[in-house]
Every structure is written in C-alpha cells, then in structure tokens.
C-alpha cells in the first residue's frame, strides 16, 4: 500500500530564506508526483507536475526534484515571500488493482514572516 | 488553463438531509473525476474515483451507499451525502483529469459541508 509522508510538519522561517519541503513514498513505482498548494479554506493550486522518467521540474522560484529509486521529492523555494504561506502537498499516481490514483502526504504547513 | 468549478461552496444542514455536490470541468471534458475528503488540518483523503458512464470506485472504508456518485457527462460529477450526520462535516474537494495516464488533475475550490 502507498504511503506518502512529508517532512517538515510545519515550518516557520524569516522572509528571504531558502527552504526544502521533502517528500517520500514507499512504493516506488509510480506514474508521476505533483506538489500542491493549499490557502487555508481552498482549494489546490498544482505548482510542478514531475513525471516517472523526469528527475526535476522548474517554475519560478521553485524546484522540484524526483529520485524514484529512493521513493523521494523535494521542493526548494528560494528567496522565500510572505505571500509563500500555506499548506504545501505532494501527491504520487500510482496504480492499485488497475486503478490509478492519487496518494496525498500529510502536507508541511509553512509560514513565512515579514 | 483548465478550470473546475464546485457548488456549492458552503451548505449547511440538518442531521437526517441529503446534500447534492456538483463538480464541473469548465473548458475541458474529464475523462475522470476525483473525490476527496479532508478534516481540518489534515490531508486530502480519496473517497473514489469516478469515470464517465460507468460506476464509481470507491475506496476501502467508505460507503457506497452513503456517499453516492454520479458521472453522467464528461464535464459533470456529482457527490450526494445521504442522510448526513454530524460526523461527516468536513470539506469536500473533486479533481478532474482528461488523460488516463500522464495529464495533470485540476481542483475544484471545494465545498464546506457542516451538518448540526
């Protein structure tokens, strides 16, 4: 069974930091990972989309990377904003009894201060 | 880009009501829908996964018979909470992808359900 796990629970950092938000999965075959963000009371926002065969995707200010083997992601956020503050998700597809699904972490609820 | 609109996005009601959730992809047509559930603070759970003309698979723990869905059009989903009880308060999200396999899944706002 898929698990995802992300690691900081909850992180609080001064305005200009650079941070990294990990995920990790314990069934490594999977289809592709997307890092989500989540304001308080919404919906999500997909930020990167990495697929099986990719290692990393860039948007911005953010960087996704993706080991496979090791059932790893990280999203780093350089020169961190106020405006950065929320909930920040990974999700694995993964296929389970030939249905495809999406497995959520338990989300690092990050907090950027002025 | 690709947008899912959910309504409503709040509803309050009596114990013992059925609450209907719709779920729409506005400029693409979903080949499938998500539904997912999430409790304050926590992750987003998959309740089930809805395909267009065809039942709903849902996951182990849930009922079928409580929470029912309905995917009559690639652009339309529906989520109905059957006799609501307090306990299933909670906020309600569907996603919607149009390829099986690779293409990324958009989120609707979603919806705030409170059940007294």
């Known amino acids: 069974k898929q698990e995802v796990t992300q690691i900081p629970a909850a992180l609080s950092v001064p305005e200009g930091e650079n941070l990294v938000l990990n995920c990790s999965f314990t069934?490594?075959?999977?289809?592709?990972l997307q890092w989500f963000r989540q304001d308080p009371g919404k919906g999500l926002t997909s930020l990167l989309l990495?697929?099986?065969?990719?290692r990393e995707q860039t948007s911005g200010r953010l960087n996704a990377s993706l080991d496979k083997s090791s059932g790893r992601s990280t999203l780093y956020i350089a020169a961190s904003q106020p405006g950065d503050s929320a909930t920040y998700l990974c999700?694995?597809?993964?296929?389970?009894?030939?249905?495809?699904?999406?497995?959520f972490g338990t989300g690092t609820r990050l907090k950027v201060l002025a | 880009g690709a947008v899912v609109s959910q309504h409503p996005s709040r509803v309050i009601c009596k114990s013992g009501t059925s609450v209907k959730i719709e779920c729409r992809s506005l400029?693409?047509?979903?080949?499938?829908m998500f539904w997912y559930r999430q409790f304050p603070k926590k992750s987003l759970m998959l309740m089930a996964t809805?395909?267009?003309?065809?039942?709903?698979?849902?996951e182990q723990g849930v009922e079928k018979d409580k929470f029912l869905i309905n995917h009559a059009s690639l652009t339309l989903s529906t989520l109905t909470v059957t006799s609501a009880h307090p306990e299933d308060s909670s906020f309600y999200i569907c996603?919607?992808?149009?390829?099986?396999?690779?293409?990324?899944?958009?989120f609707g706002p979603g919806t705030r359900l409170t059940v007294l």
């Open positions: 996603s919607a992808v149009t390829s099986a396999l690779t293409d990324t899944q958009y």
């Open positions: 069934d490594s075959a999977i289809y592709n």
């Open positions: 990495i697929q099986s065969s990719q």
């Open positions: 999700a694995v597809k993964s296929v389970t009894s030939g249905t495809y699904k999406y497995i």
């Open positions: 400029d693409f047509q979903a080949t499938t």
């Open positions: 809805s395909n267009e003309g065809s039942k709903a698979t849902y």
